[in-house]
């Protein structure tokens, strides 16, 4: 399985099925749930706009509530599309830092070939380009 690829297809379907109910379906699943319980939303004004109490919130921002807790989380889709946006933009960011490391480390092995083919030549023209 190929992480990235399934980060993209759940954005792409998340972002294709906005006001599909998603948020409705989730709401009246934690109302008919009468047990303690979190719901992660993507900030608390917006848990308070969906009536959600504050007790039972969780941010990204408050991801430290998480610890040591047992009670069933409900995660919102404005959250999960957030966390697949940033995933997939730190992914992007560390594919391009190890595409340029995987180059550099290639010109590296290339300049240590010629050397060990031609130590004297390289030397002369490393100590002529200094100059």
């Known amino acids: 399985m190929e992480i990235?690829?399934?980060?993209?297809?759940?954005n792409a379907y998340y972002l294709t099925t906005r006001?599909?109910?998603?948020?409705?379906?989730?709401?009246?699943?934690?109302?008919?749930?009468?047990?303690?319980?979190?719901?992660?939303?993507?900030?608390?004004?917006y848990g308070r706009d969906l009536?959600?109490?504050?007790?039972?919130?969780?941010?990204?921002?408050s991801l430290d509530r998480l610890r040591g807790n047992?009670?069933?989380?409900?995660?919102?889709?404005?959250?999960?599309?957030?966390?697949f946006r940033e995933s997939l933009s730190e992914y992007t960011r560390l594919e391009k830092e190890r595409n340029v490391y995987r180059d550099a480390n290639h010109l590296l092995q290339d300049d240590i070939r010629k050397m060990r083919a031609n130590p004297f030549k390289t030397l002369?023209?490393?100590l002529w380009r200094r100059w």
């Open 4 to 10: 990235k690829r399934v980060l993209e297809e759940l």
């Open 19 to 45: 006001q599909a109910g998603h948020t409705t379906l989730m709401k009246r699943g934690i109302s008919n749930y009468e047990r303690k319980k979190l719901v992660m939303v993507h900030n608390m004004s």
């Open 51 to 61: 009536r959600i109490p504050k007790n039972e919130i969780v941010t990204l921002n």
């Open 70 to 83: 047992d009670l069933p989380l409900v995660i919102d889709n404005s959250t999960l599309t957030t966390i």
């Open 124 to 126: 002369f023209k490393t």
